[in-house]
């Protein structure tokens, strides 16, 4: 073949493929906006004031979520009225404002193939705050791939592929066939909804092993002080951190529910709570009431149930959660709680049994060994504040451990006692300051870091306790 030949073909192969690709593009102008009409579902988030969505289960009663906007919030009224995620109400509504789709056929006899039967699709409703529908679709229950679905409007024949994110956005994400619609899917699940800045100080409450009420937690925030905070407990061992009292408003708000319960729990005797939490303004009406009520299910399990004061429904919370509402002054003492210097403090000194070491004021350089037990007594942590009544007096302590500290412009020692491990899987310690009324819980780990046990070689012995 020569090259004119060659260069013949090639034309001819070019001109083909530009003509077969030519037709590929070109189509009748009626089929053209057939496949392509917009889906037309416009309209003003705004003016929203309810969403219906319905889901059909055959012979059974029809899965609902009803959310209604009610004094400027969105509530799932299929949920006791609980407020609904402001943020998933906006995101359905936007999804739905911006879907956009292809025609696949206007055949209603063809419906089955799509699950856009009356009897089985899902129906979405939007009503204004007159109960006009200015958007009324159905949504399919088979799915075209992973993202894909089929949606018509109400009164209109049209069937629309979409890849349009309602289902997510509804809370289905397995099968839409066999998959149910859960109003808790919309719900805001917050614990606790308030702005740290309304909060002028807190208390927190429980009850002792006999029943009684008792104050586990009281902070104020100090006059001139945006962010300083004090406790309002007068006989507390240690000093405050502020940074961690509002780290602890934050990790409030941050709590999550994991159900909300229903109507009945409002019959609960709420009066006989577990624990109370309430946040208070420095003046007027309280930011915030809860009680936690505690249901025992079996031998060392049990449910708690939250109740908000105002509100209608109870939130349920686990273990976990309960205990860092629960947690106490304890978690405000100040890292390094007994202030330990190595230039400014006067006297440290560790006594076990008739034991003694003394680490400070520093007689040279510290042996490793030393410098250990001093790290620990700077990592010395309170695990809680034990429950007692306010009325009782000072606890005793025959304690095994004593830390002696004089710290720069303390007039005499002060002591950290610490008794005996309880036993157990916890195996922690009480401890007190000697000539303070509450009694302190720490671990093994803490005691352990400070004490370290026989094998320990003594030091320095300083002078007798007197």
Not at 9 to 17: E, H, R, T, Y
Not at 341 to 362: I, N, S, Y
Request: net charge negative; with cysteine.
């Amino acid at each position: 073949m020569n090259p004119k030949q060659i260069k013949f073909l090639a034309l001819l192969l070019a001109f083909l493929a530009g003509a077969v690709f030519l037709k590929s593009r070109l189509r009748p102008a009626d089929l053209a906006v057939e496949e392509y009409q917009s889906l037309n579902l416009s309209f003003d988030a705004a003016a929203v004031a309810q969403i219906e969505i319905i889901q059909p289960r055959g012979s059974q009663k029809a899965n609902t979520v009803t959310l209604v906007q009610t004094g400027g919030h969105w509530v799932v009224a299929d949920l006791w009225n609980t407020l609904a995620d402001e943020t998933k109400v906006a995101e359905f509504l936007g999804e739905l404002n911006s879907a956009s789709g292809e025609i696949r056929t206007q055949d209603p006899g063809l419906y089955p193939d799509f699950g856009l039967q009356d009897d089985s699709a899902y129906r979405v409703r939007l009503l204004d705050a007159e109960g006009k529908h200015p958007v009324e679709l159905f949504i399919g229950t088979k799915k075209a791939g992973y993202e894909g679905l089929f949606i018509r409007k109400a009164g209109e024949p049209a069937v629309f592929f979409s890849t349009a994110n309602l289902f997510g956005r509804m809370g289905i994400y397995g099968d839409p066939a066999t998959s149910d619609l859960r109003p808790g899917a919309w719900s805001d699940t917050r614990l606790f909804r308030f702005q740290s800045g309304d909060v002028g100080r807190f208390e927190i409450y429980a009850r002792d092993p006999a029943g009684n009420r008792v104050l586990l937690s009281s902070c104020a925030k100090k006059d001139q002080d945006k962010n300083g905070w004090q406790f309002m407990r007068k006989d507390l061992p240690f000093a405050i951190d502020s940074g961690k009292v509002s780290k602890y408003l934050e990790s409030l708000q941050s709590m999550r529910f994991s159900a909300v319960m229903s109507p009945g729990a409002k019959e609960l005797d709420w009066e006989n709570y577990a624990a109370e939490i309430l946040l208070l303004p420095e003046n007027g009406k309280a930011v915030l009431e809860a009680r936690i009520l505690k249901q025992e299910t079996a031998p060392g399990e049990a449910v708690y149930a939250v109740r908000i004061s105002g509100e209608d429904a109870a939130y349920a919370i686990d273990d976990y959660t309960f205990d860092a509402i629960i947690s106490g002054d304890a978690l405000f003492f100040k890292d390094n709680p007994l202030e330990i210097d190595e230039k400014t403090t006067v006297k440290l000194v560790l006594h076990e049994g008739t034991k003694q070491r003394q680490l400070l004021p520093l007689e040279g350089e510290l042996s490793a060994e030393s410098r250990s037990l001093l790290d620990g007594v700077m990592n010395f942590e309170v695990k809680k504040i034990e429950i007692t009544q306010e009325n009782q007096t000072a606890p005793a302590l025959d304690g095994k451990y004593l830390i002696e500290v004089q710290n720069q412009g303390d007039a005499a020692p002060w002591f950290i006692e610490i008794g005996e491990a309880s036993g157990g899987e916890k195996n922690d310690h009480p401890a007190l300051r000697r000539g303070h009324y509450y009694r302190l819980t720490v671990s093994e780990e803490t005691v352990s870091a400070v004490f370290p046990g026989p094998e320990a070689p003594e030091a320095a012995v300083s002078a007798p306790l007197t």
